[in-house]
């Protein structure tokens, strides 16, 4: 709340009008204004912005590179959808269901036909060589970087992949946070022994129903 005071006083000029010399006084008198009530902070409807995230049970994280290499040389196809599908039955808090994979400047439908099943895919592109060659590049150290910027927010980091990479950086989330670890691989021949020692749990790609299926001789492996 604020008010002013009245006050009173004079001002003597003395000017030059045609010639002439002319004093003049001028009495300066303010009014007092009327009192000016600002609303109090406390009576505005504004509510504290909600900076705490939220917490959830689990975040999935698929290799698809990976999964994919090791689907071609098992002789097997993967299903997208149903891998989807069989990832998020479950009716746990789930954070999301995060796809990493590399792929060439011309496999740009492969991110989009994931995105619509409902994957956040983070895709690599890589330019091909002169001699039709790829310049192979891991995708290994996007994944675990975002498992570690999303740990802290759920109970359980589940990775699809038997690559031995991930072993050191999921036990030390495992550790440092306390996080559960599931791994969900792609055969018993290619999940490494470290890794198996980290994860709490270990399910085999090929239990999940309907998404491994037999390879047709002609389908090439998705890269």
């Known amino acids: 709340m604020f008010t002013s005071h009245a006050q009173i006083g004079q001002i003597a000029l003395n000017v030059s009008i045609l010639g002439f010399d002319v ?16 609303p109090s902070t406390h009576s505005l409807d504004v509510k504290p912005r909600n900076t705490q995230p939220r917490y959830h049970d689990r975040v999935v994280l698929v290799d698809f590179t990976h999964i994919y290499t090791r ?49 956040q895919v983070s895709p690599r592109v890589v330019q091909p060589r002169s001699d039709n060659s790829e310049t192979r590049k891991d995708i290994d150290t996007w994944l675990i970087s975002d498992a ?25 989330l495992k550790q440092e946070l306390n996080k559960r670890i599931e791994v969900i691989y792609f055969s018993e021949q290619s999940l490494s022994s470290e890794l198996r020692f980290v994860a709490d ?15 047709l001789p002609s389908r090439k492996p998705e890269k």
Do not use: N
């Open 201 to 215: 749990k270990c399910t085999p790609i090929t239990s999940l129903p309907g998404v491994c299926k037999p390879r």
């Open 148 to 172: 570690s910027l999303y740990a802290p927010f759920v109970k359980t980091l589940v990775v699809v992949s038997s690559d031995s990479d991930y072993a050191y950086p999921l036990r030390k």
């Open 23 to 38: 004093s003049l006084t001028c009495e300066l008198k303010m009014e007092r204004c009327p009192e000016i009530t600002l």
């Open 71 to 119: 689907g071609y040389h098992e002789g097997l196809w993967i299903d997208d959808v149903q891998l989807y599908h069989q990832l998020t039955k479950d009716e746990d808090e789930l954070l999301g269901i995060f796809a990493y994979l590399v792929i060439r400047p011309d496999q740009q439908e492969k991110v989009e036909s994931l995105r619509r099943i409902g994957y």
